[in-house]
Antibody, heavy 120, light 108 residues
Framework: EVQLVESGGGLVQPGGSLRLSCVAS????????MHWVRQAPGKGLEYVST????????YYANSVKGRFTISRDNSKNTLYLQMGSLRAEDMAVYYC?????????????WGQGTMVTVSS | DIQMTQSPSSLSASVGDRITITCRAS??????LSWFQQNPGKAPKLLIY???TLQSGVPSRFSGSGSGTDFTLTISSLQPEDFASYYC??????????FGQGTKVEMK
């Protein structure tokens, strides 16, 4: 089955760290750029980060730059998001998404999401 | 960074209605524009990419148009399963790939 499955969410204190994972299956993970998108409770979608297919280029939203690090392990078909210095405003459902080939970089496949709660 | 302005933020409609949602980019993005549908508690689903190309499996009542800075999503005859939130997103040049604020389509 073609799918993305996120894990690693949970409750963390302000200032803490957390690492999210996204395992891909059913497609050739290593040829796709990958993204993280988040959605705070009751709010809209917010772009977080992108990594290209070989991991050589990374991009971040201004809101997370310097605090979050995106990475991937193509041998494990896994995407990661290392989150540090977490703030209340980082509380959200975090989705990983695949960049579709030949689709003007559209996000054509999404995971089910993992919830990150930042609270003391 | 490119800003995306989507309108309206919400709309009320009935089954069978034709509805249109608009999205405007703060600078030209050619046709690097996608539309997503999201139901409560679910992941977004790609409906349209490259401004007007229907993703595989998406019903033909959905259509997209536009190029440059102004784009529209149209649902020609609203069905019960279409009551959801809709988002536009630009993917022009390099990231960040910003989203519009979203449009919630509610039953009248």
């Amino acid at each position: 089955e073609v799918q993305l499955v996120e894990s690693g969410g949970g409750l963390v204190q302000p200032g803490g760290s957390l690492r999210l994972s996204c395992v891909a299956s059913g497609f050739t993970f290593s040829i796709h750029d990958m993204h993280w998108v988040r959605q705070a409770p009751g709010k809209g979608l917010e772009y977080v980060s992108t990594i290209n297919s070989n991991g050589g280029s990374t991009y971040y939203a201004n809101s997370v730059k310097g605090r979050f690090t995106i990475s991937r392990d193509n041998s494990k078909n896994t995407l990661y998001l290392q989150m540090g210095s977490l703030r209340a405003e980082d509380m959200a459902v975090y989705y990983c998404a695949r960049d579709g080939h030949g689709k003007r970089d559209a996000f054509d496949m999404w995971g089910q999401g993992t919830m990150v709660t930042v609270s003391s | 960074d490119i800003q995306m302005t989507q309108s309206p933020s919400s709309l009320s409609a009935s089954v069978g209605d034709r509805i249109t949602i608009t999205c405007r980019a703060s600078q030209t993005i050619s046709n690097y524009l996608s539309w997503f549908q999201q139901n409560p508690g679910k992941a977004p689903k790609l409906l349209i990419y490259a401004a007007s190309t229907l993703q595989s499996g998406v019903p033909s009542r959905f259509s997209g148009s536009g190029s440059g800075t102004d784009f529209t999503l149209t649902i020609s005859s609203l069905q019960p399963e279409d009551f959801a939130s809709y988002y536009c997103q630009q993917s022009y040049s390099t990231p960040p790939y910003s989203f519009g604020q979203g449009t919630k389509v509610e039953m009248k």
